[in-house]
T-cell receptor, first 111, second 114 residues
């Protein structure tokens, strides 16, 4: 079993839809949770960073962490064609350098 | 610099040739990472540097792969006798420290071995 599981998609939604992207993990020691966006032929770009459980909101993006269920989510409100990209979750334990990445979910927002 | 800088951005090489990929991390970042991303795959950890030393080289796929970092800054990933399966994007990232510090990626070096 992989430490981090992420549905690869592709996920196609109409413009304006609410998008939910998810990752599950097996290691309860993970404390830091990140979401990266990666456009085609570009490097991953940090979108959201969360420590431990709870929600964090930034504009149209909301990150949620549920440590009891070992489940993290990224919500995108009012999705735009420019949101079409691959979204990678990543997580890390306290005091470690090893960031574990999901395989990424490919999202396509249709105009 | 403002961000992580990688060169070359694209490289096409013949099977059997050696290649060098360069990474210039964000100024002041002590931690530096190399990852590999193959088509449709997730990020595969290759090596981590803290300063100039590499405490973890466990991700390097074979002894054809090596990396060094000098002056606590620039790093070079070298692939000797390239094979077609080495074709991938090689991503460099850096962070201020470890244990939850955000890592920032470069744009990647896109390697094609023909």
């Amino acid at each position: 079993q992989k430490e981090v599981e992420q549905d690869p998609g592709p996920l196609s939604v109409p413009e304006g839809a609410i998008v939910s992207l998810n990752c599950t993990y097996s290691n309860s020691a993970f404390q830091y949770f990140m979401w990266y966006r990666q456009y085609s032929r570009k490097g991953p770009e940090l979108l959201m960073y969360t420590y431990s459980s709870g929600n964090k909101e930034d504009g149209r993006f909301t990150a949620q962490v549920d440590k009891s269920s070992k489940y993290i989510s990224l919500f995108i409100r009012d999705s735009q064609p420019s949101d079409s990209a691959t979204y990678l979750c990543a997580m890390a334990k306290s005091g470690t350098y090893k960031y574990i990445f999901g395989t990424g979910t490919r999202l396509k927002v249709l105009a | 610099g403002a961000g992580v800088s990688q060169s070359p951005s694209n490289k096409v090489t013949e099977k059997g040739k050696d290649v060098e990929l360069r990474c210039d991390p964000i100024s002041g970042h002590t931690a530096l990472y190399w990852y590999r991303q193959s088509l449709g795959q997730g990020l595969e950890f290759l090596i981590y540097f803290q300063g100039n030393s590499a405490p973890d080289k466990s991700g390097l796929p074979s002894d054809r792969f090596s990396a060094e970092r000098t002056g606590g800054s620039v790093s070079t990933l070298t692939i000797q006798r390239t094979q077609q399966e080495d074709s991938a994007v090689y991503l460099c990232a850096s962070s201020l420290g470890v244990g939850g510090n955000t890592i920032y990626f470069g744009e990647g070096s896109w390697l094609t071995v023909v």
